[in-house]
């Protein structure tokens, strides 16, 4: 049959032009489109044998070749699989629509025999044209298994191509690329380069089921008798039975993809099976990277489609407070043209993130009770990170917070639940008590924690910065509010030393005078002035209203940008201790309030300094400091 040249049609023309100028940024690409088309022939080819015991073909040796000429600036992706016919060529090459792939899966459907479409990759038309980004020129040649004559399609992409019949064609497909001069500044490498075309195969294709094989550059040897090195290692992990995977092999498969030195600190995996499938390899690091809470840190796990590479850190399988887990998530039923915009929308991604998520939550919990020790690992390395979710994932919450622990006063080393908290809870007592600090030893001398430890009332002692947000987004554990010990009213006597309301009423007429006017003198810096319950040591320290922000939130809110109101706070005064008694008898004796301002002004200020704040106006706190201990000498 002679020559016949073709024109494309109007759609195949139009995405074929979009294809060599703006559908892959990333021209490597090419490559992994041509691999995936061959392994689908690969495939095709297995099952047709399976199914047809007169279809005389040999499939001992499936694999797909790649054959770079550097003098003649070529490279052929070679495959010995199902092949095409003239006809299907004319129809699958020149058409988008009628794609190999697509067809084939349609006619599997109707028959009911979902189990051969299970390996197939992509869709052959679209990964085809793929190489014209590269190439000048394509020429395939191909014969379908069980045929005699074979054909072979030329093009360079202008709008036509040419058909032929050829004698002599192996079977499968051979796919020849006449590559374009490299361009560096145009992101088009030299594929021929050995070490390029290995880099590619590595990231893209490296699961592949069948062999990808190199081959020798052309020399004097016989051709058939260069030796070819296999590129990929066809260790797909998460699709091998767990029994036959060894733990120095997901270590080896952790290391290759997180770029880290150590071991992981838990593997974990996940097999979905029916409407959707997909498998997932999961692996929680044995500690944080240097830039976890950085803006610019790259999130998200490695997304194959039956075993091809798609995407190094999709962000749309996990929820940002899980963003330290690395590994793969390989899909069945996505196209390999996937893009960022199609993830975010799509709803098996979606569905797959919250299966994810409740088994990465239902292992860190697993790990508080079978593994204190790499659980402990977990949570100081990526605790912070974790009660992000607490606020972000109200759908999980409850998980979070099942696998979460705190340090409280109950024990200086060993952190406590939640859970374990409220079954320690004193009779009477109604709510879940915590204060949130920069430090442990910082919290433990804070003058709001006095009364806590005199009556042996236990506290949390948070201090990550996600802390000051989370326990206002959670607001109670089972029906127990969480209540700061620096905000609001508190009130924990006994009934042993409970005082009587007449007692109360008559310490309240006593300093009365005082409060009021230590209010009026210290109104810009505080909301008001009263007497506290919760000092046993101190004179005074200052608290937030119940519901106001405390001074860390607002610096936070502050440091994101946004516009917050100074919150006012309020002074409490301990009406036990001999400086608080000395300066009521001093208001109520003397006429000249004059140093007694000066005094109300350092107590607002020593209170300040004791929970690690600062004063107002700190050179007046310095002098009017020096001149009282001048006075003392």
Known sequence: MPTETFEFQVEARQLLQLMIHSVYSNKDVFLRELVSNASDALDKLRLAALRDDTLDVDVTDLHIELDADTEARTLTVRDNGIGMSYDEVTHLIGTIANSGTA???????????????????????????????????????????????????????????????????????????????????????????????????????????????????????????????????????????????????????????????REPLETIRLQAEGTF??????????????????????????????????????????????????????????????????????????????????????????LMASAPDRYSTLWREFGAVLKEGLVTDS???????????????HD??????????AERMKDGQDAVYFMTGESRQAIEDSPHMEAFRAKGVEVLLLTDAVDEVWVDAVGEYEGKPLRSVAKGEIDLAGAEDEKTEAEKDKQGEEYAGLLGWMTEHLGEDVKEVRLSSRLTVSPAC????????????????????????????????????????????????????????????????????????????????????????????
């Open 103 to 261: 067809k084939f899966l349609q006619e599997l459907r109707e028959a009911k025999d979902a189990a051969g479409a299970d390996g197939l990759i992509g869709q052959f038309g679209v990964g085809f044209y793929s190489g014209f980004m590269v190439a000048d020129e394509v020429t395939l040649v191909t014969r379908r298994a069980g045929e005699t004559q074979g054909t072979r399609w030329t093009s360079r992409g202008e709008g036509t191509y040419t058909l032929e019949t050829v004698d002599e064609a192996p079977q499968g497909t051979s796919v020849t690329l006449h590559l374009k001069p490299a361009d560096s500044e145009n992101q088009l490498h030299d594929y021929t380069s050995a070490w390029k075309i290995k880099e590619i195969v590595k990231r893209y294709s490296d699961f592949i089921t069948w062999p990808i094989r190199l081959l020798p550059e052309p020399g004097d040897d016989d051709a058939e008798a260069r030796e070819a090195e296999t590129l990929n290692s066809m260790k797909a992990l998460w699709a091998r039975p767990r029994d036959e995977v060894s733990e120095d092999e997901y270590h080896e498969l952790y290391k290759h993809i997180s770029h880290d030195w």
């Open 277 to 366: 499938e997909y498998q997932a390899l999961l692996f929680v690091p044995s500690h944080a990277p240097h830039d976890l809470f950085t803006q610019g840190y790259q999130r998200g796990v490695q997304l194959y489609v039956k075993r091809v590479f798609i995407m190094d850190d999709c962000e749309e399988l996990l929820p940002p407070y899980l963003r330290f887990v690395k590994g793969v998530v390989d899909a069945q039923d996505l196209s390999l043209n996937v893009s960022r915009e199609i993830l975010q929308q799509d709803r098996h991604i979606r569905m797959i993130q919250r299966r994810l998520t409740k088994k990465i939550l239902a292992t860190v919990k697993d």
């Open 395 to 409: 759908d999980n919450r409850d998980a979070i917070l099942a696998a979460s622990s705190f340090a409280s006063t």
């Open 412 to 421: 200086a080393d060993e952190p406590t639940t939640l859970k374990a908290y």
């Open 542 to 633: 200052v608290v937030s209203d119940a519901h106001e922000l405390t001074p860390a939130l607002e610096n936070m809110y502050r440091a994101m940008g946004q516009e917050v109101p100074h919150a006012k706070r309020i002074l409490e005064l301990n009406p036990e201790h001999q400086l608080v008694k000395s300066l009521n008898r001093a208001y109520t004796q003397q006429q000249d309030r004059t140093e007694l301002t000066e005094t109300a002004e350092l107590l607002h200020a020593l209170a300040v300094l004791a929970e690690g704040g600062r004063p107002q106006e700190p050179a007046r706190f310095v002098k009017l400091m020096a001149d009282r201990l001048e006075r003392t000498l």
